[in-house]
């Protein structure tokens, strides 16, 4: 029989000071019956994984800022199976607190910083959601949406979130803005789609259905037959008209 080396003995026994250790200790331990040595290492492996993903060294994270579970960019939150990446978000920072000194209103700090929390989950390839927002926030969705909405609209831009890529929820105005800067603005589909964070095939899909109600409207058709025909809502249709007003408003200051 092999002796086991001295070397062994002495210092083998305080791997179980290191998270590996004490996970393979454990399971070794509790049960000893359903998993062998290398079951064993590679379970504990993959909940190292894990754990470093969802909790990352304190020395990442900066005063003001909380690790929080959002949405892969790449899944979405009614699948099956959605998958969620362990982001970084910064709740206040140094700028929040130069510009409160400096008598900024509250109101505006809070909005910057929810269009902060929404950017910074985005580049880190993931999502959130109003209901994310509301729930570190301690504040009720329809609030953090109407504050979200606020930022867009004073701003011109679409903030990214499951309602605006995704088209979940009842966040259809994007929808609007994109047709808006394109139509009205003369923008690039291209750039527009880089702007509000879109693919260039969003951004086509929403001009076509644009263009489909402006084909309808031109013919002298209500709304009710262009919503069945197009498939579209009535309140996208009514969004899409004002568009069309404000157009020909344009040209016909152009014109004279």
Not at 47 to 60: A, G, N, R, V, Y
Not at 72 to 85: E, F, G, L, M
Request: hydrophobic letters at 35%; glycine letters at 4%.
């Amino acid at each position: 029989m092999i002796e086991t080396p001295a070397c062994y003995k002495k210092y083998n026994s305080a791997k179980v000071r290191f998270l590996k250790g004490a996970l393979v200790n454990f399971f070794e331990r509790e049960f000893p019956k359903f998993f062998g040595p290398i079951l064993r290492d590679k379970l504990t492996e993959e909940l190292i994984q894990i754990l470093e993903k969802m909790l990352p060294l304190k020395e990442h994270l900066k005063p003001g800022q909380m690790v929080w579970n959002a949405l892969d960019i790449r899944t979405r939150a009614d699948s099956k199976n959605p998958k969620y990446v362990p982001v970084i978000l910064t709740i206040i920072d140094e700028n929040d607190i130069e510009q409160l000194a400096k008598g900024e209103k509250i109101g505006k700090i809070r909005d910057q910083a929810i269009a902060r929390l929404h950017n910074e989950a985005y580049e880190q390839g993931a999502l959130l959601s109003t209901r994310d927002i509301s729930l570190f926030s301690w504040r009720y969705d329809n609030a953090i949406s109407t504050y979200r909405k606020n930022y867009e609209t004073e701003h011109g831009v679409i903030l990214p979130h499951p309602g605006s890529l995704q088209d979940m929820g009842s966040c259809i105005s994007h929808k609007t803005v994109i047709v808006r800067k394109v139509v009205l603005e003369n923008k690039d589909p291209l750039t527009v789609a880089n702007e509000t964070k879109h693919t260039i095939k969003a951004v086509d899909r929403y001009l076509k259905d644009f263009y489909r109600v402006k084909y309808c409207f031109d013919d002298k058709k209500d709304i009710d037959f262009i919503e069945k025909t197009t498939g579209i809502s009535k309140f996208v249709v009514n969004q899409y008209l004002e568009i069309l007003k404000e157009h020909e408003i344009e040209k016909n200051k152009k014109s004279s």
